[in-house]
């Protein structure tokens, strides 16, 4: 469609969640107008992550530093986890202030469709962290949807021998939907109200 360098970035951009063949158009050309310092600003940033930013050994979630801020925080309470599918669940259940205990990321949902499986995701991890018996309670945050619910079954079950209480979120969040979009308060009833998940 574009000379060669231009429909190259509309390629790259178009390739973003969200961003469809008509947003990577109006971005690219909103660069190409901007200023040199703008977008050398915005490349900067780019490649800065990649290279700063790194996943945390213990729990998995976004760090600046080999643990994340929360693991290395002295004032968690290690003996409660509660796992989620990604690190921006763990912002999300932070803005509540609900929680004291420490995560673990799974990076992403257990989903046959997109060949997704147990493997794929850092379960061996979070049963590493469960084998030394310290913890007591696990919480399964994963997505209210169909891959979150079979995400939570799959590791309800594989929790139980070891005898750990394994708690879900409280309905009233919406189903189908993804835990980051819930509002505060609804999320912060949910993990208030959290139940005995029995498999
Ligand atoms: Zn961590």
Known sequence: MYEGVVQNLIDELGLLPGVGPKSAQ?????????????????????????????????????????????????????????????????????????????????????????????DDLRIRELMARLADGRVTELILATDPNLEGEATATYLARLVKPMGIKVTRLASGLPVGGDLEYADEVTLGRAFEGRRLLDV
């Open 26 to 118: 109006r971005i690219a050309f909103h660069l190409l107008a901007a200023d040199p310092v703008d977008v050398k600003r915005l490349a900067h940033a780019l490649l800065e992550v990649k290279d700063k930013v790194r996943f945390c050994r213990v729990c998995g979630n976004v760090a600046a530093e080999e643990e994340c801020r929360i693991c290395r925080d002295p004032r968690r309470d290690t003996h409660v986890i509660c796992v989620v599918e990604e690190s921006k669940d763990v912002v999300a259940i932070e803005r509540t202030r609900e929680f004291r205990g420490t995560y673990h990321v799974l990076g992403g949902a257990i989903s046959p469709i997109d060949g997704v499986g147990p």
